[in-house]
């Protein structure tokens, strides 16, 4: 098969467990190395759909939240299949894999999928923590409700405090984010990246756990490792707060 993937996650996904399948990939897909041979067909927003056509593809695998309608609209007109998944928890992410990899591709269920499922199966809450995670600043954005990445940090123990907001990413002033009686800031490297020396400083006093954004939002062979890197960095942030 020929394959193009519109999400940096699922890119993953499919190379790890079929070489040589992707014909085309964003320019956002960074991992695993070695997509040299892979067409680049520009960004997950802004495809360029007539270079997709062109590559032929005998599926394009998107996401709804990743990908826009019109695109996936527009490649359908062409005549290219499209399979677009839906991903806002981690059983939802499991299944939406197993979909793609043996459903649509016809693959054996890659062990690395396994490996992620009992990752997760067996994982121990760091605590009972609440906490709030922008991904964005400038303005101030945050992880709202029905994310993928709160319902992982719910199961290590840590309860996004916007959860129940109605806006997914909602935009939240910083005096308000300041003052939200949490225990900790969680702030990803993606999409904004945040580091030691751009987020924390906006929110003296609050531990901040610095975590993977590929660990937290990605839906692909990270998840085998997301709960022991994701608990090192909450753990981590709670060991500063003691000292």
């Known amino acids: 098969m020929r394959v193009v993937s519109l999400v940096p996650s699922l890119t993953e996904a499919v190379a790890v467990s079929a070489p040589g399948v992707l014909a085309g990939v964003t320019d956002w897909c960074t991992h695993p190395a070695g997509l040299g041979d892979a067409v680049r067909i520009g960004g997950t927003k802004n495809p360029d759909v007539r270079a997709v056509v062109e590559l032929r593809p005998d599926l394009v695998i998107?996401?709804?939240?990743?990908?826009?309608?019109?695109?996936?609209?527009?490649?359908?007109?062409?005549?290219?299949?499209?399979?677009?998944?839906?991903?806002?928890?981690?059983?939802?992410?499991?299944?939406?894999?197993?979909?793609?990899?043996?459903?649509?591709?016809?693959?054996?269920?890659?062990?690395?999928?396994?490996?992620?499922?009992?990752?997760?199966?067996?994982?121990?809450?760091?605590?009972?923590?609440?906490?709030?995670?922008?991904?964005?600043?400038?303005?101030?954005?945050?992880?709202?409700?029905?994310?993928?990445?709160?319902?992982?940090?719910?199961?290590?123990?840590?309860?996004?405090?916007?959860?129940?907001?109605?806006?997914?990413?909602?935009?939240?002033?910083?005096?308000?984010?300041?003052?939200?009686?949490?225990?900790?800031?969680?702030?990803?490297?993606?999409?904004?990246?945040f580091t030691a020396a751009d987020g924390p400083e906006a929110f003296p006093g609050l531990p901040a756990a610095l975590v993977s954004g590929r660990h937290l939002t990605w839906y692909g062979p990270s998840l085998a490792r997301a709960p022991e890197v994701l608990a090192a960095a909450v753990e981590a942030a709670l060991r500063r707060r003691a000292v």
């Not at 609440?130 to 409700?145: E, I, K, N, S």
């Not at 909602?170 to 800031?185: F, T």
């Open 62 to 193: 998107a996401n709804e939240e990743e990908n826009r309608a019109p695109d996936l609209a527009a490649l359908r007109a062409a005549g290219v299949e499209v399979l677009v998944t839906e991903i806002r928890s981690l059983p939802q992410a499991l299944s939406e894999l197993d979909r793609v990899l043996v459903g649509a591709l016809g693959l054996k269920r890659p062990p690395w999928l396994d490996r992620a499922e009992q990752a997760w199966a067996a994982v121990e809450p760091v605590g009972s923590l609440t906490a709030f995670v922008p991904v964005w600043r400038r303005p101030w954005m945050v992880l709202g409700r029905d994310t993928f990445a709160g319902d992982l940090l719910a199961r290590l123990g840590v309860r996004n405090v916007y959860a129940e907001h109605p806006e997914r990413y909602p935009r939240v002033p910083q005096a308000e984010l300041a003052a939200s009686g949490c225990d900790l800031v969680v702030l990803p490297d993606e999409p904004y990246r």
